[in-house]
C-alpha cells in the first residue's frame, strides 16, 4: 500500500514535470510563430528590407525555441502506456484519436511548411514563403487544438460509451469532443502562448535597448509584439471568464477549490487576496481564511454571470446542495457517489465473471447496474468525501498567481505600446524601464505556468473527471523504477532548457554588435 | 516540383544553415535518447508487452480496476 502510495506521487511528480517543461516551450511557438508571419506580412506589403531583416531575426529564435522543444511532448505519451496503463486503456480508444491526428498533422504541417519557413528565402516566391510560414503558424495551433481537445474530455468526458467486454470507454461522438470546455481551453491556451511571446519579444528588445544596440529594429519589434501580445492577453481574459462558467458547470469542486470556498452563498464574494487556513477541514466550522479582502459578488458574477446567483462551496458539493434561481436542488451527494461507484465497480467485476463463465443472462444484469451507476463509477475508489478534494491551497495561490500577474501584464503592455508610439525615448534611455521589460518575460512563464497549475492541481483526484482517479489510473510497477526515469527526465530537460537559454543568449548577444537593419539578406 | 528538386531543397537548406547545425545536432540527440533509450529500455507498454491478446488486456484492467 506505501509503495502504491509512492508509485502514485512520483508517478504524479514526473507527469507534471514533464508537462510544465513542455509548456516552457510550446507557448512561445505558438505566439512567436504568429509574431514572425505578421513581420513577413508587413514586409512583403511594403518591401522595406528592415523588415525582412527583423522577420529573419525572431525566426532565428523560433528555429531554437522550436528545436529544443521538439518532441519533448511525446515524452508524456511514453508515461501513459508505462506508469499509466489502467488510464491509457480505459480511456485508449477516444484519447488515442486526437493524439494520433495531432502527431501525424503536426509532423506533415512542421516538415513541409516549416521546411520553407526556414529554408526557402530566395528558392520560393515570397508570396508561397510567406503562405508557409502562415500555415506553420496555424498547423502549430492545429497541433495544440488536439492536445486540448483530449485533455480537455479528461476534464469533461463526453461522446463516448463504456464497454465493459472490452474495457474501454468508446467513442460514439467525435464532434462532442469540441465541446464548450474544449473551445475555451484551446482559445485561452494558444492565446496565453500569443501573450507570452508578446513579452518576450519586448523583453528582448528591451535587452538591445539597454546595449544600445539597433534601436529601430528594437522598437519596430516591440510594437509587433506589444500589438499581438495585448490583443492575446485580453482574449485570454475573455476565454479566461468562458472557462469560469464552464468550470463552475462541469467542474464546481475545482471552482471551489479555487476560491477555498466551502460554504457557498447568493451573490458570493470573490477572494482577490488572502491567506488559506491549512486547518480548515470540509466538515469542521474553521475559518477557511487567515486573511482575505474580498470583491463584493464577484464570484456570483465571474461563476455565473449574475451577481446574486448562488456559488456552491467545497462543503455544498459534498453535501449535494446547490441553489438554481432561488431553488435549493438536491445534486447527488458524495456518500451516495461513493456507494453508486461501488455498486458500479461491483457490476463490473460480476459481469467479468460472468463473461468467464459464458453466462448471457448475467452479464446483460451486470451490464444493467453498471449502466445505470457508470456515472459515478470512480468515487467507489474513496473511502471517504474528503478523498474527492484537490490540493486547496495550491489551486487558490495558483490562481492569484495567474490573475496578479495577468493583470500586471494588461497594464505592462498598454504602458509599453503607449510609450512606443508616444514616448520612444522613455524606452530607449530608461534603463529601469528595460531592466522592467527583461524582468517580466520569466515573470510571463510563471504566469502561463501557474495557469496549468489551477487547470490540472484543481482536477485533483481525477485523471478522468468522476469515472478513474489517480491511485486507479496507475500502473502496478514499482516506485523505485518512476524515482530513476524521474532523474533522468529532470537532468536532460534541465540540459535541454540551458541549452535553449545559452543559444539563445549567444545569438542575440552577437546581434547585438551587429546591425541588424542593414545585414545582407541573401 | 519533382522528388529530386524537393530533395535537393533540403539538401541545400541543411548545408546553408548556421546556427541549424548546433539545433540538428541537439534535435538527434535528443531523439536518440528519447526512442533508443527511454522508450526501449525505460517505458515499454505494459499492457502490450504482458499480454498477448486484447482480451487479456481487458481483463487485466478490469481486474485492476475491480479489487475490492
Known amino acids: 500500500m506505501n509503495d502504491l502510495i509512492t508509485v502514485v506521487d512520483w508517478s504524479r511528480w514526473q507527469f507534471a514535470l514533464t508537462a510544465i517543461y513542455h509548456w516552457l516551450f510550446v507557448p512561445l511557438t505558438l505566439g512567436l510563430s504568429v509574431i514572425v508571419a505578421v513581420m513577413e506580412s508587413i514586409y512583403l506589403k511594403t518591401s522595406d528590407s528592415k523588415w525582412l531583416s527583423t522577420t529573419k531575426f525572431w525566426m532565428t529564435l523560433l528555429a531554437i525555441n522550436f528545436a529544443i522543444g521538439v518532441a519533448t511532448g511525446i515524452i508524456l505519451e511514453f508515461e501513459f502506456g508505462t506508469n499509466w496503463s489502467n488510464y491509457s486503456w480505459f480511456v485508449g480508444d477516444i484519447f488515442g484519436a486526437p493524439l494520433a491526428i495531432e502527431g501525424i498533422l503536426a509532423f506533415f504541417m512542421e516538415a513541409t511548411f516549416g521546411a520553407v519557413m526556414f529554408f526557402g528565402w530566395n528558392k520560393v516566391s515570397p508570396r508561397f514563403h510567406l503562405l508557409s510560414t502562415w500555415l506553420t503558424a496555424i498547423g502549430a495551433s492545429i497541433s495544440a487544438l488536439w492536445i486540448l481537445v483530449a485533455n480537455s474530455w479528461m476534464q469533461y468526458p463526453v461522446g463516448m460509451e463504456f464497454d465493459p467486454a472490452q474495457m474501454r470507454n468508446v467513442m460514439d461522438d467525435f464532434w462532442a469532443l469540441f465541446s464548450g470546455v474544449a473551445i475555451n481551453k484551446f482559445f485561452h491556451a494558444v492565446l496565453s502562448g500569443w501573450a507570452l511571446s508578446g513579452v518576450f519579444v519586448i523583453g528582448v528588445a528591451c535587452f538591445f535597448l539597454f546595449r544600445k544596440s539597433n534601436r529601430d529594429f528594437a522598437l519596430r519589434s516591440i510594437k509587433v509584439g506589444g500589438w499581438i501580445g495585448l490583443a492575446g492577453l485580453l482574449l485570454c481574459m475573455f476565454t479566461g471568464d468562458g472557462s469560469a462558467v464552464e468550470v463552475t458547470r462541469t467542474q464546481p469542486m475545482k471552482l471551489a477549490a479555487m476560491e477555498g470556498l466551502y460554504e457557498g452563498s447568493e451573490g458570493q464574494s470573490l477572494v482577490t487576496l488572502g491567506l488559506i487556513n491549512p486547518d480548515k477541514k470540509w466538515d469542521n466550522n474553521e475559518d477557511p481564511y487567515l486573511f482575505e479582502i474580498s470583491l463584493p459578488k464577484g464570484l456570483s458574477i465571474l461563476a455565473r454571470h449574475d451577481m446574486n446567483a448562488y456559488v456552491p462551496g467545497i462543503s455544498d458539493i459534498i453535501n449535494g446542495v446547490d441553489v438554481i434561481d432561488g431553488d435549493t436542488i438536491n445534486t447527488v451527494s458524495y456518500e451516495d457517489r461513493i456507494r453508486r461507484g461501488r455498486i458500479a465497480q461491483s457490476a463490473l467485476r460480476e459481469y467479468g465473471m460472468a463473461l468467464r463463465e459464458g453466462n448471457v443472462e448475467a452479464t446483460h444484469a451486470a451490464q444493467q447496474t453498471l449502466a445505470e451507476n457508470y456515472q459515478f463509477f470512480g468515487y467507489g475508489y474513496f473511502n471517504s468525501p474528503a478523498e474527492a478534494i484537490p490540493p486547496v491551497a495550491l489551486t487558490f495561490y495558483s490562481f492569484r498567481v495567474m490573475v496578479m500577474l495577468g493583470s500586471y501584464f494588461l497594464l505592462f503592455y498598454v504602458v509599453v505600446l503607449f510609450l512606443a508610439y508616444k514616448a520612444p525615448k522613455w524606452l530607449t534611455d530608461k534603463k529601469w524601464l528595460q531592466i522592467v521589460a527583461m524582468i517580466s518575460v520569466p515573470l510571463m512563464y510563471i504566469c502561463s505556468e501557474a495557469g496549468w497549475i489551477v487547470a490540472e492541481v484543481g482536477r485533483q483526484p481525477w485523471t478522468v473527471q468522476d469515472l478513474l482517479p489517480v491511485g486507479a489510473a496507475i500502473s502496478d510497477i514499482p516506485s523505485s523504477s518512476v524515482m530513476i526515469t524521474f532523474w533522468m527526465f529532470a537532468i536532460l530537460f534541465t540540459v535541454l532548457l540551458c541549452a535553449e537559454v545559452g543559444i539563445m543568449i549567444k545569438w542575440v548577444l552577437k546581434a547585438t554588435h551587429s546591425d541588424i537593419d542593414n545585414q545582407s539578406n541573401k | ?68
Open chain 2, 1 to 68: 516540383m519533382s522528388i529530386k528538386n524537393i530533395l535537393i531543397f533540403y539538401r541545400d537548406g541543411f548545408r546553408q544553415m548556421t546556427i541549424g547545425r548546433t539545433l540538428w545536432a541537439i534535435i538527434l540527440i535528443k531523439l536518440f535518447l528519447l526512442f533508443f533509450v527511454l522508450k526501449l529500455f525505460f517505458f515499454p507498454n505494459l499492457l502490450e508487452k504482458n499480454f498477448d491478446t486484447d482480451e487479456d488486456r481487458a481483463e487485466a484492467v478490469r481486474t485492476n480496476l475491480t479489487m475490492p
